[in-house]
């Protein structure tokens, strides 16, 4: 059973930065797309950035796109989320997930999550 803990969120002012990082335990994450998702209160979670196992290949929402980076390190586990100039309606708890397959946009394709990890952006 893989467990996923999340780790550096915070408050930050507008156009502030900041990096959050998962961190597996009880299996590798070798072989999974990892994923960051967002719940802003009173809104569905959303799909924010995606990795693919090799990581070759990365995804990200629109609202994120040229501000957010991911990146992975099997061989510590964990899986990093990079965000820049952040903006008041990036304001949400951040999930890491992992999928063993599937459509990397959808939280249904992911089979484990963490408890997320609170980030604020003052205006």
């Known amino acids: 059973q893989v467990q996923l803990v999340e780790s550096g969120g915070g408050l930050v002012q507008t156009g502030g930065s900041l990096r959050l990082s998962c961190a597996a335990s009880?299996?590798?994450?070798?072989?999974?797309?990892m994923g960051w998702f967002r719940q802003a209160p009173g809104k569905d979670r959303a799909f924010v950035a995606a990795?693919?196992?090799?990581?070759?290949?990365?995804y990200f929402a629109d609202s994120v796109k040229g501000r957010v980076t991911i990146s992975r390190d099997n061989a510590k586990n964990t899986v990093s989320l990079q965000m820049n100039s952040l903006k008041p309606e990036d304001t949400a708890v951040y999930y890491c997930?992992?999928?063993?397959?599937?459509?990397?946009?959808?939280?249904?394709?992911?089979?484990?999550w963490g408890q997320g990890t609170q980030v604020t952006v003052s205006s």
């Open positions: 990795i693919r196992w090799s990581g070759d290949r990365t």
């Open positions: 997930a992992a999928a063993v397959q599937g459509i990397v946009t959808r939280s249904d394709a992911y089979d484990y």
């Open positions: 009880g299996g590798s994450l070798s072989t999974y797309i």
